[in-house]
């Protein structure tokens, strides 16, 4: 999806899809369905080349270049350099960086890499279709990670709550647990647990009693966890044995960024004036 953070520095390629949406309805028939292609398809149109975006649109393939060159881009070269632009970390300075890196750098590099891949391996899994569903269909979340995830799962819980209604970080040292007080009038919960070697005591016996309390459970840890299989069926092990000091939580971050955007695929909920309404509200409060 489109929507998310907005204060990001526009690009070009804000500008070109602007363009695009704007100029969509007085198109030619045959350049409209091009352009109705593309922005169904930005995510994974950088994949795509003039030919096959033809073929997909039912189009000659002269009618991509004539549609792209309407609204100020030279051809499909210039549109995926703007999506370059757009979506790397620095631009060319990424690559740039990445070719001097010493060669054991570069395997260490390669090792996080794989780690995010073998999460994004995971997202037709069982598992993950489970915490899917839960994150979709529970009235209301709780998020929660101890010692040293604590902060990720706090930054999980704020940005799920952008997301959906009703999205609250839980501490069961801080609020004593009187959040469940009452677990009979809650309806549909799901407890979100974040945990990583060396394990936090609370983890698995907060994810037992969120089981006997009815509250569907879901688990992020990496690839040694012993307990959280037992508890329930939306398991997402991440790898963190990458070579470095300390174990790595690129795969956990990567995990709850994709279950983040999971909740927000399908939803009863509407997303777009879900982000609207944060827009204005942090307008007012002047926080950007």
């Given at each position: 999806?489109?929507?998310?953070?907005?204060s990001?520095?526009?690009?070009?390629?804000?500008?070109?899809?602007g363009?695009?949406?704007?100029?969509?309805?007085?198109?030619p028939?045959?350049?409209?369905?091009?352009?109705?292609?593309?922005?169904?398809?930005?995510?994974?149109?950088?994949?795509?080349?003039?030919?096959?975006?033809?073929?997909?649109?039912?189009?000659?393939?002269?009618?991509?270049?004539?549609?792209?060159?309407?609204?100020?881009?030279?051809?499909?070269?210039?549109?995926?350099?703007?999506?370059?632009?757009?979506?790397?970390?620095?631009?060319?300075?990424?690559?740039?960086?990445?070719?001097?890196l010493?060669?054991?750098?570069?395997?260490?590099?390669?090792?996080?890499?794989?780690?995010?891949?073998?999460?994004?391996?995971?997202?037709?899994?069982?598992?993950?279709?489970?915490?899917?569903?839960?994150?979709?269909?529970?009235?209301?979340?709780?998020?929660?990670?101890?010692?040293?995830?604590?902060?990720?799962?706090?930054?999980?819980?704020?940005?799920?709550?952008?997301?959906?209604?009703?999205?609250?970080?839980?501490?069961?040292?801080?609020?004593?647990?009187?959040?469940?007080?009452?677990?009979?009038?809650?309806?549909?919960?799901?407890?979100?647990?974040?945990?990583?070697?060396?394990?936090a005591?609370?983890?698995?016996?907060?994810?037992?009693?969120?089981?006997?309390?009815?509250?569907?459970?879901?688990?992020?840890t990496?690839?040694?966890?012993?307990?959280?299989?037992d508890?329930?069926?939306?398991?997402?092990?991440?790898?963190?044995?990458?070579g470095?000091?300390?174990?790595?939580?690129?795969?956990l971050?990567?995990?709850?960024?994709?279950?983040?955007?999971?909740?927000t695929?399908?939803?009863?909920?509407?997303?777009?004036?879900?982000?609207?309404?944060?827009?204005?509200?942090?307008?007012?409060?002047?926080?950007?």
């Amino acid at each position: 999806m489109s929507q998310g953070f907005a204060s990001y520095a526009k690009a070009p390629l804000d500008e070109f899809v602007g363009k695009m949406k704007k100029g969509l309805p007085g198109l030619p028939k045959q350049e409209a369905k091009v352009a109705q292609y593309f922005l169904l398809n930005l995510d994974a149109i950088s994949f795509e080349t003039g030919k096959s975006i033809a073929q997909k649109a039912g189009v000659a393939e002269i009618t991509v270049g004539r549609m792209l060159r309407r609204f100020g881009c030279a051809g499909m070269k210039e549109f995926k350099a703007m999506l370059r632009h757009r979506y790397s970390v620095v631009g060319q300075a990424f690559a740039d960086a990445e070719a001097e890196l010493p060669a054991d750098w570069q395997e260490q590099m390669n090792a996080e890499l794989r780690a995010v891949r073998t999460v994004y391996g995971k997202m037709n899994t069982p598992a993950f279709q489970a915490a899917e569903r839960y994150l979709r269909e529970a009235s209301e979340i709780y998020v929660t990670g101890f010692q040293t995830v604590r902060g990720l799962a706090e930054d999980t819980t704020r940005r799920l709550a952008l997301a959906r209604p009703r999205v609250r970080f839980l501490s069961g040292h801080d609020s004593m647990l009187s959040e469940w007080l009452d677990p009979h009038t809650e309806g549909d919960s799901c407890v979100l647990i974040i945990d990583i070697i060396p394990y936090a005591a609370e983890s698995e016996a907060l994810a037992r009693l969120a089981r006997e309390q009815g509250r569907s459970v879901i688990v992020v840890t990496d690839e040694y966890c012993h307990w959280a299989h037992d508890v329930t069926d939306a398991v997402i092990n991440t790898p963190s044995k990458t070579g470095l000091f300390l174990e790595s939580i690129l795969g956990l971050n990567a995990a709850t960024s994709l279950l983040v955007h999971s909740a927000t695929v399908g939803t009863k909920h509407d997303v777009n004036q879900r982000m609207r309404d944060w827009r204005r509200l942090t307008n007012r409060m002047r926080l950007f």
